[in-house]
């Protein structure tokens, strides 16, 4: 299982930022997916969720409203669309199917 993260970076609070997760490895499709994050100092949480054939989404209460997660199941990879972006979502975000992490993309929101 190879999980490769990216589109993270440097933003200004109110910014975007859209995430990508190539995968390989597994049979992607028959996996559900989530991203996660963790910040200095603190447990790694669940962000957002999705089914298999992306037909159902579930957040944290935390950025309910301000994020998306998507997947394309024919490019084997999944995103995580940031909007309204605040300076305690700074974090490390990871994607995972479940037991398997890649190395993380880092997000920053500050001005």
């Known amino acids: 299982v190879h999980l490769v993260e990216s589109g993270g970076g440097l933003v200004q609070p109110g910014g975007s930022l859209r995430l990508s997760c190539a995968t390989s490895?597994?049979?992607?499709?028959?996996?559900?997916m989530s991203w996660y994050r963790q910040a200095p100092g603190k447990e790694r949480e669940l962000v957002a969720f999705?089914?298999?054939?992306?037909?159902?989404?579930n957040y944290a209460d935390s950025v309910k409203g301000r994020f998306t997660i998507s997947r394309d199941n024919a490019k084997n990879t999944v995103y995580l669309q940031m909007g309204s972006l605040k300076p305690e979502d700074t974090a490390v975000y990871y994607c995972?199917?479940?037991?398997?992490w890649g190395q993380g993309t880092q997000v920053t929101v500050s001005s």
């Open positions: 995972s199917p479940g037991n398997y």
């Open positions: 490895g597994f049979t992607f499709s028959r996996y559900h």
């Open positions: 999705i089914t298999n054939a992306g037909t159902s989404t």
